[in-house]
């Protein structure tokens, strides 16, 4: 079974709908990331959390809310779907690297969704 | 001027060559380097850490300048399966562990 999942993995929706993305882990990470990765640029990210009760926006938070229901679990919410928010969206944990070094970052599968 | 700066390719080579890719950075305080490979529609999944005396990994090979701020990282003997996109991803403490990524090289190794 993959450590990082996503649901759900391809998704329709149309301008001005709420949706939900979830993510889940089984590697027992503390940190979680959603970025979301448009054509021509790289990942870009978008809220991460290093436990339940800390969570911070990232670069492009705009129209996008986090919900950190467990360790296990950091779901991504657009409130009102606007078709520039296609795109490719991963979910990643990671744990703190050893003496403050880096900590390496584990992706889900991605979730395409489009907006139309 | 791009934080991390890719070439975007593809890079098309035979079997069994050598290929090499550069990456530019433009945070100096930038202090850990990796490089991540991606395939097609699928997820990054990390391929090496970069250290500062350079570091090999079977056929692959990273190399750190930090004076001209760039990293590179060299396969050889490639192989089919090493088509896939390469993203140089940096790492700069502003007050957690930020990963910058890059928008990628695209690698074609054909028969």
């Known amino acids: 079974d993959a450590d990082v999942t996503q649901t759900p993995r391809n998704r329709i929706t149309k301008t001005g709908k709420r949706i939900m993305l979830e993510c889940s882990q089984t590697k027992g990470h503390d940190r979680m990331y959603w970025y979301r990765q448009d054509p021509g640029l790289g990942l870009q990210l978008i809220y991460y959390?290093?436990?339940?009760?800390?969570?911070n926006k990232g670069e492009i938070s705009d129209g996008y809310s986090v919900s950190r229901q467990a360790q296990a679990k950091f779901s991504l919410s657009l409130e009102s779907a606007i078709p520039n928010q296609t795109a490719l969206y991963f979910c990643a944990t990671s744990d703190p690297g050893l003496a403050g070094g880096p900590d390496t970052q584990y992706f889900g599968p991605g979730t395409r969704l489009t907006v139309l | 001027r791009k934080e991390v700066e890719q070439d975007p390719g593809p890079f098309n080579v035979p079997e069994g060559a050598t290929v090499a890719f550069n990456c530019t950075y433009s945070n100096s305080a930038s202090q850990s380097f990796f490089w991540y490979r991606q395939d097609c529609r699928k997820e990054p999944k990390l391929l090496m850490s970069v250290y500062s005396s350079g570091n090999e990994d079977g056929r692959f090979t990273a190399q750190l300048n930090r004076a001209s701020q760039y990293i590179s990282l060299l396969i050889r003997d490639s192989k089919l399966s090493d088509s896939a996109t390469y993203l140089c991803?940096?790492?700069?403490?502003?007050?957690?562990?930020?990963?910058?990524f890059g928008t990628g090289t695209r690698l074609l190794v054909s028969p």
């Open positions: 991803v940096v790492n700069a403490r502003q007050g957690f562990q930020k990963l910058v």
């Open positions: 959390s290093f436990d339940v009760k800390d969570i």
